[in-house]
């Protein structure tokens, strides 16, 4: 834990720490550019109006703490322009920020962020599995939280892992509606009296699909409302560096026992699908170039309906059609467009073979060559 200082420069960006103050102004003192995400679970600003009782007539331990308490609508919000403002300054040209919370804040927030020059992506509906009831039977249950993903600005490069987010999702593109449980069991941490340490820890899975989808091992992560250190626990397993900004001291001293007991993955673990964008680009002439095909060889379409011949430069031809192999894959099939790279395959001793076995391997060493 570290009291707050003035940071100069990238070399001081305390990280793995967890940093003592006011979030503001922590934020103002680190370093412009340094951090690539920011995972924000700002006071959601209740707004509570008396003790809340379940049928059995106990009282419901609800979020009642000092810091969720705010005077008005106004001074919530000069609090979230103060706090996004600090934020934006820290992010990298092509970093993100998610924000996560209730009906109570979130649009309020989410105005905050367009107006300070953030550039929304998506919101994602956090949908509980195990939500807590409405127990006046006034409303529905509440059921869901929203979280907010937005990069630093518009045209911003930000990390998405789409394709390990759909492989998370068993081969299924990942859907803006994430269904998980909310914090209990095992997982909730308790202080030294044995009740909750804090009345709005977030799941280890929220968390993990969050930094697994927007961010790369190695990154710096940050968590200006770190509470009992869910977002560094679970940058620490993920092989991604992180910075917390927790003013409460209790909250600290939960967090910082929680992470030293966190066991990072081995390197190979941390690594996962990529994208086929983020992929080298190889183009097919190389493979020509390289002698990998041979001009005037035949490639066959994988429904073996086609055949066309390659030519020295890289294209194709075949029944009157020549061009690349997108576009004459596309001519022949009567395709309005073509991947020709999962179209077209070769023949080598009896065997079909896709082209795209010779991009990977051109990939494969690629990769394998030092820096």
């Known amino acids: 834990m570290t009291k707050m200082t003035k940071f100069t420069g990238a070399d001081a960006l305390p990280l793995n720490t967890i940093l003592e103050g006011d979030c503001i102004d922590v934020m103002r003192s680190l370093p412009a550019e340094s951090v690539d995400l920011i995972f924000a679970d700002p006071p959601y600003n209740l707004q509570l109006k008396g003790d809340l009782h379940r049928p059995d007539n106990s009282r419901v331990d609800a979020v009642d703490d000092a810091w969720d308490q705010f005077s008005s609508f106004a001074a919530y919000d000069s609090f979230s322009q103060d706090w996004l403002q600090a934020a934006r300054r820290l992010l990298k040209p092509n970093g993100a920020l998610w924000v996560i919370g209730s009906y109570h804040n979130i649009f309020r927030v989410g105005a905050a962020l367009q107006d300070a020059g953030y550039w929304i992506l998506n919101d994602v509906v956090w949908r509980k599995a195990n939500p807590m009831p409405n127990f006046r039977g006034k409303r529905f249950t509440n059921a869901h939280e929203t979280m907010i993903w937005a990069s630093k600005s518009e045209g911003a490069k930000y990390t998405f892992n789409y394709e390990a987010l759909k492989a998370l999702n068993e081969g299924i593109q990942m859907r803006s509606d994430w269904v998980l449980p ?26 993990h699909r969050v930094l697994v989808g927007s961010t790369n091992p190695g990154d710096v992560v940050l968590d200006p409302f770190f509470g009992t250190g869910t977002t560094g626990a679970v940058a620490k397993m993920l092989g991604r560096d992180w910075i917390g900004i927790e003013r409460e001291d209790a909250y600290r001293k939960v967090a910082a026992k929680r992470i030293a007991n966190v066991r990072a993955f081995d390197k190979a673990a941390l690594e996962v699908t990529r994208s086929k964008r983020a992929e080298p680009r190889v183009p097919f002439g190389q493979l020509v170039e390289r002698g990998m095909l041979r001009p005037g060889e035949e490639l066959w379409s994988m429904n073996g309906r086609h055949k066309a011949k390659v030519r020295a430069d890289g294209t194709l031809i075949g029944d009157d059609v020549k061009g690349s192999i997108h576009q004459v894959g596309a001519a022949l099939e009567g395709a309005p467009s073509c991947n020709g790279w999962t179209y077209w395959c070769f023949r080598r001793d009896g065997q079909t073979v896709p082209i795209d076995v010779l991009r990977q391997q051109v990939r494969s060493e690629m990769a394998d060559k030092p820096d």
Do not use: F, W
Not at 185 to 206: F, I, M, N, W, Y
């Open 182 to 207: 909310i914090c209990n069991g095992g997982e909730r941490l308790k202080d030294d009296s044995g009740e909750k340490a804090h009345p709005t820890q977030k799941p280890v899975s929220l968390l």
